[in-house]
């Protein structure tokens, strides 16, 4: 679906995402659709948005629907809008100026959850990372879903989406980047890591964790610490704990 238009369907998704401020281009209604509570809190909620609604031929609707599950009503997002490696890199010498030499930059290795993506977001946002790195393939990207769950962040910090993470990675080292692999597999606790400065946090997948390729490029890897007997972390819990510990480290 990468750089294709993406749609919401349905009464309370669209709702849901005119509430969570997804850009949209515009709302598009069917002629014959019923003016329900729902349809007019869509129109209203659109008038104070600024976000036109059309009216079209159900045909139309049904034409572009991928689920068919429209009732009658679908939004059409805006593309976001990404940022370069450079923007991000730009941000963090900015705030390293500012604070003493500390940053932060979050890398994505083929997370495939937009939700996950969305959490780690409002997370990054909140300890003031500099930006996130996706790569464009097998990976989720900015959704309507990213959004609901950054719970707006995702609108308030730069992500870049690249073909090659091991080139990203190369490239923040030679800029004074120590790249740091969160991985269970790792002989040291980050609470033994030195994550002071600037710092580039990589994040694996959901099921396999980090890629052999990433795990290589890191300057090191850390490992949460685990008490109770149950599996890991989820990824975006995992990265929000990591996070927290560059900023506790760096205050």
Known sequence: ????????????????????HVPMQCVLMADNVQHDGLIKDIERKAKALDIPVRTVRRADLDAKSERGSHQGVMAQAKPFAYCSVQDILDIATRQAEERDGRALIVILDHITDAGNLGAIARSAEVV??????????????????????????????????????????????????????????????????NLKGSIALVMGNEGEGLARLTCESCDFLMALPQVGETASLNVAQSATACMYEWLRQNL
Request: proline share 2%; glycine share 10%.
């Open 128 to 193: 003031g990372a500099a930006g996130i790195v996706i790569p464009n393939k097998r990976s989720a990207h900015v959704t309507a879903a990213t959004y609901k769950s950054s719970a707006g962040a995702i609108s308030n910090i730069a992500v870049a989406q690249v073909a090659n993470l091991i080139q990203v990675i190369d490239r923040l080292k030679q800029d004074g980047f120590w790249v740091a692999g969160a991985s269970e597999h790792a002989s040291q606790g980050i609470w033994q890591s």
């Open 1 to 20: 679906m990468h750089g294709m238009i993406e749609y919401i369907e349905g009464k309370r998704p669209v709702v849901e995402a005119l509430r969570s």
